[in-house]
């Protein structure tokens, strides 16, 4: 090789990326570690934020059990969003994928389409039909003598739950149809002919190969519940905070930047330690599966 | 009675017809290829024996019994897939031990059973690998293995060595030649590589869009093509219009300046099959001049412009002097090497 | 024999009603006549579309989205495009770090992206400001510009731009006359993937948005705060027709399957 030509191919590719990475540098790993500063310092009602090197926000958030309950509240809605999403998604998935083409690409499309369906348009929704005694839904079935009073939604972790599974079942369907392309179409005649029955097909030979398709979307979904802003605030308003929510009033009401600050950097520390761990763990036990 | 028996089956998707008119006795113990082009239906009828597929029409019967009422799980047929289908969980032991698990077969026969189908494909020692750990070879012997535990009435495979290298392919070849003789099952064998066929079967189906054009022995179906499509398809040929001329005492099949004794109830334009090695270079016969010579270690290959158009010829390289390129020469076979089909050559 | 039993269609069934009625209901409430939030069930009407009209802020905003989200998609593919081709075209030191930090938005939640963009842009006085915004959003949406950009870069055979090089052609006259029109499809598909992205965004921007700069998202996230009534129905039926119409477009050029393909990752 011509020295001229290695010369090139060790300077081009940085040459190509230099201004992204100017980009990233400047607006994304300097505003972080900007926000992780302003979570050391002190915030009062009216001398505001003073750049000084203290504790009091983890202090605050490690000793008041508010906090605790906030987060605790974070992860159980996240943890039951993954859960039902995991639980529909799934079969949902293996169902989508044995029709016949042409209804197969209609599906996804209905299905996965909402991906890309504004947030707010989503939530709007359950709050149209579940909106106390105003809802759609709520109308509709206490004329038909279902319920009595209407189906406590707005404002409940249910609700919630429920909302936030509608938004984020695309990413759950999405990653389950990614590991069902990847088997082998045979597959299931193979296990057929070997007297398998329909039962056993799917619990011994399609759930163990499509789990870590499930699982990379359960960490999606986690971490994006966990994180999720627009639908805790529509369904939970003022009354059920999560993190996220708590973190914009800190931010754009209460104007305790710092503690605002310290929530989302503890939001943000959390959720990296949780997706780099459960991906690790996943890798190693399904290094058979993967590759 | 046939072991294995297709009456008259067909299939069709829509309304495309994909396998027609499909009829076949196979006996037990019998090794049979379904040869044919790609498309011609021949994995549409495997999956219709193993019961994936539903016949259209037509009835498949295993010793007598109506197969088309059983479901595949129950059928105990052994199917070895295009691509192998293995179970990338489990280990090379656990994907031969599921049939067995399926049937409630005791543990400990069941490891002993293991072990040893896994031994017949000479993997021994493999049995704790994950099928993607594995070379192609190593995962076709492993299906091969899955399918033949369960002792399987009849041995189906579809196209199984087509994703292996040419050499790897040979030695499978006589591997799997060697198994089916030892344990004796009825096996069906689908591939649309003739020497493969050739090489492992009692009996050759060749099939085309969807029919049977001839079935027959390696040697009859090579030798006594039944239609132009089986002398075409079964290695090189040379096919030359030809006609019957009444007007010699006795008739006589001419073709150019070649010319033999006609064969009996054929009469005007008809096609003289030939195989290219069964030609020799002779002092009378077809006219031809040499266009290219082509040295192929064991024998010669010549391109000739003949006069009943172009011809190919081959020659065993024994040594002798050969005829160069440009060289005039007569084409001469014995009567008994051609077959003489009625209808001019295509 | 892959045949799907009567129960798993039963299942399909109430999935699909349960996954599509929300963005119904939303889309049949605005054709409401009545002055309350009901179903059209006496005759479809306009009227809470016109009155979008009275109500400037959401036509504002509309302009405010559209035009962040064109203009900060086309600004993130000006960097991606490059970046995309070094890192389909080279091995270099440092590529799988580079490559994780481009999709690194996608990991980071949008309410911790937005308070650092507050913090980061109100110390520089830019605060609440249209530019502080494009920078933002060209930020979110530069890995969805990448992902496609990047697709497109690794698929192209590389022997067609060596025939344009043995032929002649070099640096920008390469670029723009061989290997962009190659990798068109995908850089497109790119910018409309990054466009919904923008367009869609509530949780950074709201944090960055100031009266005058609200997009539509944040305004309709401030007035369903204080009321929800049929006019928010009505807006939200027009965002939900332009992100399908984007969607369609996005479906012909590419395949949507391919797109959503690189969605599968955290984000939002
Ligand atoms: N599910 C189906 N629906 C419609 N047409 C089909 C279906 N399966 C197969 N076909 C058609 O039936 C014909 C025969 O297919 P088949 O798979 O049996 O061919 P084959 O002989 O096995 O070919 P190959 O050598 O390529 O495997 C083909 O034309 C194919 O397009
Ligand atoms: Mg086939």
Redesign the interface.
């Known amino acids: 090789m011509s020295s001229v030509a290695e010369e090139r191919?060790?300077r081009?590719?940085?040459a190509?990326?230099a201004?992204?990475?100017m980009?990233?540098v400047g607006?994304?790993l300097?505003?972080?570690a900007?926000?992780v500063m302003?979570s050391f310092h002190d915030w009062g009602q009216y001398k505001g934020i003073e750049p000084v090197f203290i504790l009091k926000n983890w202090q605050e958030i490690a000793t008041d059990p508010y906090y605790a309950e906030m987060f605790w509240r974070t992860f159980r809605i996240a943890i039951l969003t993954t859960l039902l999403t995991a639980l529909?998604g799934a079969?949902?998935a293996y169902?989508?994928n044995?029709?016949s083409g042409r209804w197969k690409?209609f599906?996804?499309?209905?299905?996965?389409?909402?991906?890309?369906?504004?947030?707010?348009?989503?939530?709007?929704?359950?709050?149209?039909?579940f909106?106390g005694n105003?809802g759609?839904a709520n109308k509709l079935l206490m004329s038909l003598g279902v319920i009595r009073s209407p189906i406590p939604f707005m404002f409940t972790e249910t609700g919630m739950v429920v909302a936030l599974a509608?938004v984020m079942?695309?990413?759950m369907v999405?990653?389950v149809w990614?590991a069902l392309q990847r088997l082998?179409?045979?597959?299931?005649?193979?296990?057929?002919?070997?007297?398998?029955?329909p039962v056993?097909i799917i619990r011994?030979?399609i759930m163990?190969?499509i789990m870590p398709g499930v699982l990379?979307?359960a960490?999606?979904v986690f971490?994006?519940s966990?994180?999720?802003?627009?639908t805790p605030?529509?369904i939970g308003?003022r009354r059920l905070k999560v993190?996220?929510t708590l973190?914009?009033d800190e931010?754009?009401n209460t104007l305790n930047?710092p503690l605002?600050?310290a929530v989302?950097?503890l939001?943000?520390a959390a959720?990296?330690l949780i997706?780099v761990g459960s991906n690790a763990m996943i890798e190693r036990r399904y290094a058979?599966?993967f590759? | 009675m046939a072991h294995l028996e297709l009456d008259r089956v067909a299939k069709q998707f829509g309304a495309q017809t994909v396998v027609d008119d499909f009829s076949l006795a196979v006996g037990k113990g019998e090794f049979i290829s379904f040869l044919g082009p790609s498309g011609c239906g021949k994995t549409t009828t495997l999956q219709m024996i193993a019961g994936f597929l539903d016949p259209t029409r037509g009835a498949i019967r295993l010793e007598g019994k109506d197969l088309t009422a059983i479901h595949p799980a129950r059928r105990g047929l052994g199917i070895v897939f295009q691509s192998y289908a293995l179970f990338p969980h489990m280990t090379a032991a656990e994907n031969v031990a599921f049939g067995l698990e399926m049937r409630s077969v005791p543990r400990s026969e069941r490891a002993e059973r293991v072990r040893a189908a896994l031994a017949m494909v000479g993997l021994a020692g493999y049995e704790q690998r994950h099928p993607r750990r594995m070379s192609g070879g190593q995962q076709q012997r492993v299906a091969l293995a899955r399918a033949l535990v369960i002792k399987p009435s009849v041995l189906l495979l579809d196209e199984p060595l087509s994703n292996l290298d040419a050499k790897l392919r040979e030695e499978m070849q006589i591997e799997l030649r060697q198994i089916q003789r030892t344990i004796g099952t009825t096996t069906i064998l689908v591939t649309h590589d003739q020497n493969e066929a050739m090489s492992l079967s009692d009996r050759i189906v060749v099939m085309s869009q969807g029919r049977i054009e001839q079935i027959g022995t390696p040697q009859d179906t090579y030798e006594r093509p039944a239609s132009a499509f089986v002398s075409q398809f079964l290695g090189k040929t040379n096919d030359f219009a030809a006609t019957i001329d009444r007007t010699a005492m006795p008739a006589r099949l001419v073709a150019g300046s070649w010319s033999a004794p006609a064969p009996a109830g054929l009469s005007g334009p008809v096609t003289v099959s030939i195989r290219p090695e069964r030609i020799g270079f002779g002092d009378a016969g077809l006219g031809a001049k040499i266009v290219t010579r082509i040295f192929q270690g064991n024998h010669w290959l010549f391109q000739c412009a003949s006069e009943c158009g172009p011809a190919i010829v081959i020659r065993q390289n024994d040594g002798q002097a050969q005829p160069a390129e440009g060289e005039g020469v007569r084409l001469a076979w014995r009567a008994e090497d051609m077959s003489v089909r009625g209808g001019a050559a295509s | 024999m892959r045949r799907n039993g009567p129960l798993a269609l039963v299942f399909h069934a109430v999935f699909v009603t349960v996954m599509v009625a929300p963005i119904l209901v939303v889309c049949l409430v605005a054709f409401t006549p009545e002055g309350y939030l009901s179903l059209p069930t006496n005759g479809f009407s306009l009227r809470w579309f016109r009155t979008i009209a009275n109500y400037p802020e959401f036509i504002h905003a509309f302009w405010i989205s559209l035009g962040l989200g064109a203009l900060s998609s086309f600004v993130a593919l000006l960097f991606a495009v490059p970046a995309a081709l070094a890192i389909a075209r080279y091995r270099f030191r440092g590529r799988d770090a580079l490559a994780a930090l481009f999709l690194s938005p996608l990991m980071i939640p949008h309410v911790v992206l937005g308070i650092a963009f507050l913090r980061f842009f109100t110390s520089f006085g830019l605060g609440g400001s249209f530019a502080a915004l494009i920078i933002a959003h060209v930020v979110i949406v530069f890995p969805f510009a990448l992902r496609l950009t990047l697709a497109a870069a690794i698929g192209m055979d590389l022997s067609v731009e060596m025939a344009a090089v043995s032929l002649g052609a070099g640096g920008w006259t390469l670029f723009r006359r061989v290997t962009l029109p190659l990798i068109l499809p995908g850089v497109i598909s790119g910018w409309a993937l990054a466009f919904i992205q923008s367009f869609d965004d509530l949780t950074m921007t709201v944090f960055l948005a100031a009266p005058g700069t609200e997009t539509l998202p944040v305004r309709m996230f401030l007035y369903i705060q204080d009321n929800i009534d049929p006019l928010v129905t009505s807006v939200s039926a027009c965002v939900i027709a332009i992100t399908m119409t984007a969607l369609i477009l996005l479906d012909r050029f590419y395949g949507l399957d391919r797109v959503l393909a690189g969605k599968g990752d955290p984000g939002r």
């Open positions: 191919s060790i081009a590719p940085w190509l990326t201004p992204a990475l980009l990233f607006v994304l300097i505003p972080l900007m926000t302003l529909l079969p949902e169902i989508l044995r029709m690409s599906f996804l499309l209905v299905i996965l389409g909402p991906l890309l369906i504004s947030v707010v348009a989503r939530t709007l929704g359950w709050a149209l039909l909106g105003n759609l509608h079942m695309p990413f999405l990653s990614a082998d179409p045979q597959i299931e005649n193979a296990a057929m002919s070997l007297g398998a029955g056993t011994r030979i163990p190969q990379s979307g960490i999606i971490s994006l966990a994180s999720a802003f627009a605030a529509i308003g993190a996220a973190a914009y931010f754009l930047w605002g600050a989302a950097t939001l943000l959720l990296v997706v058979e599966v590759r």
